[in-house]
């Protein structure tokens, strides 16, 4: 990252405290043993924020129930694990690997049932990439709640390093009949939820079986002991504690793309498969319910897509009139959330801060005015318009509609 | 990742089982309600080792007190959190962030005392980095224990995203003089880690400090509130809990650079100021105390250098005669472990495995003799042997001197 410009260089350092001696540090401490796990300190604070309708537990199929990452206390790109957004049709179910199968059968020459033993023996790819609730962003869409965090808004997307069969892999072993152009992908969740995927050259190059998540084992929330990954598109389509794969040549018209995520347009008709994931970003700091002050401010946020890499993230701190170009933290991945930011002189007026985002395929994050006449406000799925923070004059930072 | 060879994929298939319908796998579930949390399965276990001598608290600032990475039981390139190594030279301390502080001081125009808040404000750079303890490895500089582990041989490497504010920048702000080529760094454990840097380009441009880790502020035993980051140089110059840098023309020849982390040559002479962490590899699958099938293997691993970006790895599955090179995970980063895996089908007999890697500066990871013949076995740090693996006809791995 470059440096300050040499006029902000100097609003910084003068926010610092001069000092010259170590008798203006606190002084060194011994500390305790040394254990099995390195835990958290017991002055971070880091929770998700688990929503579930009043009353009801949080088994309800049909029920909204999500658990939001908290990306207004995070830094850098990749989501902590234990923090990686949760959602959920039935619950976490608890799942023994050594009982758990993969049934992959359908239109191939040889159905095999697959042990998360099996797949571990297997060659793996590992990918950093963001994973996305379809849902992220519906709070925006229907009405203006000032007092929304960004974790309100934007905490139902995430980003892990995933490892993991390559789909292509287990399409060679079982001998998949060319003439297979969909696949069924079922969760072993009490929902189980199913989900009709298409086989083009993309999803079949990049999808892939995933037993590991940041190294480690998929957490239970997360799908273990496995679960597809599909980068750049819809969440739901990741299906979790996989337990089947079954190829055909036709969509399988399940209750979750019938009932449940479909998008009911401005002329009253509904939209099905719309998978992939849009070009979207977000700024973190400062976001929603958080004070500022006059003077050196850094603007941090995420950007994403799931047509590819990131190109360029602009930020306007002028409600939308003029925009000035982020830095984006490096190497920029395909498909996963990046990190960027801008330095930012306040002069204590009012007003609005708001991103947004280009993709490498030229595909542009929409202002929230165009969003609407393009989707209408039936729908609840698939909401990627910029978002805007206004300002006041006493540094208070809130969510409005722009 | 390429998919099989012909040959293997059938060898891969014939040991998976066959099924044709949903009989064969386990039946679904729901589940339990979502939280703020996604805790790890009961079903994963995963511990660091704490090894220190007997009898003695983790507290002794002269003892060897470290806490090792399961690498044999992880997948990916990124450490979790929780399992990045720990190496302390007086425990653990509990710092609240809001009393600490960053004194950076001595050849300066503008002495300052930094916040936690501070840097928080400031440009960031995220980047994922290998972190390794000089004395990784050195079990097996002496001697020849078969039951030992990767985990015991190496398990003081690991890797984690880390985000904070460049070296470069705080130069700037606190208007370094010229003549100032070397840096103390301090740190605010009991035992006052202190060293000097050679203020090097490369150093000056790469260095930062860090409170950033795999998203979330540091772990208390990773440095919390803000740790040095140095990629591609010794654990110990990461200086954790850091609490000040002073800047001055000479390095200061604190303990921990005169009687400790020197290198006593075969010569008897002592070796001060090596830093930089070589090019190293280590077969993680199959490895030590595994037992393997004949058949169809996976050999995967992590190969990383402190010069740079890995340029390739090779692996011997008959003790070192014949070599093929493995397939790295893309993309590769600098100064940062990467996964390499390779297809390997066992004949059963007795043989030895071992991998080599070779970094995009041509420097090639040696083997242990010309290793041991160029650095004696008076020293203990900095060991970069290549690591051999023997399996027997019972296909026991075990760890082996070649």
């Known amino acids: ?56 537990r949080n088994i309800d199929p049909s029920d909204a129930i999500n658990s939001k990452t908290p990306h207004q206390k995070l830094v850098g790109n990749i989501t902590p694990t234990d923090l990686h957004y949760e959602r959920s049709h039935s619950g976490v179910p608890d799942i023994d690997p050594a009982q758990h199968r993969l049934l992959v059968h359908g239109m191939v020459r040889k159905p095999l049932v697959f042990s998360v033993e099996d797949l571990k023996r297997m060659p793996s790819v590992t990918r950093i990439v963001f994973i996305e609730c379809t849902g992220n962003g519906w709070e925006n869409w229907k009405k203006a709640d000032p007092d929304l965090t960004v974790q309100n808004t934007h905490g139902l997307v995430s980003t892990n390093e995933w490892t993991g069969v390559p789909l292509k892999f287990l ?90 995520y479909t998008q009911l347009l401005a002329n009253g008709k509904a939209r099905q498969f719309q998978l992939r994931m849009e070009t979207n970003s977000v700024i973190t700091q400062p976001s929603g319910m958080m004070q500022i002050q006059p003077g050196y401010n850094r603007i941090s946020g995420l950007a994403w897509s799931g047509h590819g890499k990131i190109a360029k993230v602009e930020i306007s701190t002028d409600g939308a009139r003029t925009w000035k170009q982020a830095q984006l933290a490096q190497p920029v991945l395909s498909k996963a959330q990046v990190r960027f930011q801008m330095d930012w002189d306040w002069d204590g007026k009012p007003t609005r801060i708001v991103s947004r985002s280009t993709d490498e395929q030229g595909n542009a994050q929409p202002d929230r005015q165009t969003f609407i006449a393009a989707m209408g406000t039936n729908a609840l799925f698939h909401y990627n318009a910029q978002q805007t923070w206004s300002i006041d004059e006493a540094g208070r930072v809130r969510n409005v509609l722009a």
Do not use: C
């Open 171 to 260: 399409i060679d072993l079982v001998a998949k009949d060319k003439g297979s152009t969909w696949m069924l992908a079922e969760g072993g969740d009490g929902a189980g939820v199913d989900r009709s995927i298409p086989l083009t050259d993309e999803i079949v190059n990049e999808a892939f079986v995933a037993y590991g998540q940041n190294g480690e084992p998929l957490r239970p929330a997360h799908g273990f002991p496995m679960r597809l990954v599909m980068p750049g598109f819809e969440g739901n389509l990741n299906i979790k504690w996989l337990r089947r794969l079954k190829f055909g040549n036709a969509p399988w018209m399940t209750r979750w793309e019938t009932a449940r």
């Open 1 to 56: 990252m470059g440096g300050l410009s040499a006029g902000l260089l100097g609003v910084a350092a003068s926010e610092v405290a001069r000092a010259e001696t170590l008798a203006d540090v606190p002084d060194r401490a011994p500390g305790a043993d040394l254990g099995a796990h390195s835990e958290r300190s017991r002055f971070a604070r880091l929770d998700r924020i688990p929503e579930a309708t009043p009353g009801k």
